[in-house]
């Protein structure tokens, strides 16, 4: 667990962070999306945090375009950043789509999740801190000091036989690394049967984590595909002939 003298660093300035998607190919790591990532306090409103994600993605088969999209979120996160209202859309290269949408009612929090003509609806309590965006269920764990070994963490999966899951993490702990050319303070996460959302979505399962509580790096299961924290846009998008 995290200890007092590694408390997560407060957020009192909007952070935006851009990320590289990167695929293995042999030896080479190919550039097939990027990523953009906003964390901003608010004052004055009933939520503590605006958070919004942009994802555009290509999987890819070496030159080959096997599938591709993006997904953006829009949500309004609690002190302990947890989402309290929360809209997400998937568009995809072939047209399709799949939409996610979380309110908050009286006594609880429902999530409905619609692709094509099915529709998912969940309900959840209002004290289940479950997510179904990786990135928040780990900004939540980490800045409540829940992300550890023994404290489970709660996900969102529609497809999952029981869409509300608990899932486990082997937290490292900190260590100083180079991020960006500069000495950060970071822990590797791990979590195992973690899954992604919507199917067509990469499944990250390993993280590497600032003091923060972001993401600075995230790699797939198999290691076949990895998100990388960069500079800026110019570096995030850069190259990326996959995306045009």
Request: hydrophobic share 40%; charged share 30%; with cysteine.
């Amino acid at each position: 667990c995290l200890q007092a003298a590694d408390d997560p660093a407060p957020v009192t300035a909007p952070i935006t962070s851009w990320y590289r998607l990167e695929h293995r190919q042999g030896d080479r790591w190919d550039h097939v999306g990027y990523a953009c990532e906003k964390l901003i306090p608010v004052g004055g409103k009933p939520w503590k945090f605006d958070y919004v994600y942009d994802f555009a993605f290509i999987m890819a088969r070496g030159e080959e375009r096997l599938a591709g999209g993006r997904f953006m979120v829009t949500a309004q996160l609690d002190e302990h950043c947890e989402a309290q209202t929360l809209d997400g859309f998937l568009s995809l290269r072939d047209g399709g789509g799949r939409s996610i949408k979380m309110t908050t009612l009286d006594d609880a929090r429902v999530l409905e999740l619609v692709t094509g003509d099915q529709k998912f609806r969940i309900k959840k309590s209002l004290d289940d801190p479950a997510t179904p965006v990786p990135s928040l269920m780990l900004y939540s764990a980490f800045r409540t000091k829940n992300l550890d070994d023994k404290t489970p963490l709660r996900f969102i999966d529609a497809w999952a036989k029981d869409a509300l899951v608990t899932l486990t993490a082997a937290v490292s702990k900190p260590e100083k690394r180079q991020v960006l050319d500069r000495p950060v303070t970071v822990v590797d996460v791990e979590i195992k049967n973690m899954s992604a959302i919507f199917p067509e979505l990469p499944a990250f399962t390993k993280f590497t984590l600032d003091r923060f509580g972001r993401i600075v790096q995230a790699e797939t299961g198999g290691g076949e595909q990895r998100l990388v924290l960069v500079a800026g846009e110019d570096e995030a998008i850069r190259g990326d002939k996959m995306l045009k």
